[in-house]
């Protein structure tokens, strides 16, 4: 009987040891993802001698009373980088642009995508990077990008 008994506390001090090894397992911090380096995309070539540049986001332009507070800093932040890098004059009406730089920012994914502003909005995107965090105030990686890869085919 004595031994029953003792098999039996073996028993549930094995399943506790168990058990808290799981949830110690479960719950021990995970090492961040790391995002793998993103190659740029060439820029089109049959953009590199636009002058005016329009930023909108895909969901209205910054003046729109229902555009989400983070499209409306993601098309001020863009619109700050190209004032900043000179290489475009920024346009406030679509009809004067020759390249239409549409952005989304969600929690998830910002997007920078560029389009030819003749047969816009039809046309489809020309040149598009995506990330999370891509469009933040401070840092705009996705703009970086896009400097680098319109110098990338001027260079040519």
Same mark, same amino acid.
């Given at each position: 009987?004595?031994?029953?008994?003792?098999?039996?506390?073996?028993?549930?001090?094995?399943?506790?040891?168990?058990?808290?090894?799981?949830?110690?397992?479960?719950?021990?911090?995970?090492?961040?993802?790391?995002?793998?380096?993103?190659?740029?995309?060439?820029?089109?070539?049959?953009?590199?001698?636009?002058?005016?540049?329009?930023?909108?986001?895909?969901?209205?332009?910054?003046?729109?009373?229902?555009?989400? $507070?983070?499209?409306? +800093?993601?098309?001020?932040? /863009?619109? *700050? %980088?190209?004032?900043?890098?000179?290489?475009?004059? =920024?346009?406030?009406?679509?009809?004067?642009?020759?390249?239409?730089?549409?952005?989304? $920012?969600?929690?998830? +994914?910002?997007?920078?995508? /560029?389009? *030819? %502003?003749?047969?816009?909005?039809?046309?489809?995107? =020309?040149?598009?990077?995506?990330?999370?965090?891509?469009?933040?105030?401070?840092?705009?990686?996705?703009?970086?990008?896009?400097?680098?890869?319109?110098?990338? %085919?001027?260079?040519?």
């Amino acid at each position: 009987m004595k031994n029953s008994i003792k098999a039996k506390v073996h028993s549930c001090a094995v399943l506790a040891v168990v058990l808290l090894a799981t949830t110690l397992a479960l719950a021990a911090p995970k090492a961040p993802k790391t995002n793998p380096p993103q190659t740029v995309p060439a820029f089109p070539g049959t953009l590199v001698n636009a002058r005016f540049v329009y930023v909108t986001s895909y969901d209205g332009d910054q003046f729109n009373p229902n555009l989400l $507070s983070e499209e409306r +800093e993601a098309i001020a932040t /863009v619109q *700050d %980088a190209m004032q900043k890098w000179g290489k475009f004059i =920024l346009v406030y009406e679509p009809h004067q642009a020759d390249i239409i730089l549409m952005v989304m $920012s969600r929690p998830s +994914e910002d997007v920078l995508a /560029v389009y *030819d %502003a003749h047969g816009w909005p039809q046309n489809q995107y =020309l040149w598009r990077m995506m990330g999370r965090s891509g469009l933040q105030p401070s840092e705009a990686p996705l703009v970086t990008n896009l400097e680098k890869a319109f110098e990338q %085919a001027t260079a040519k």
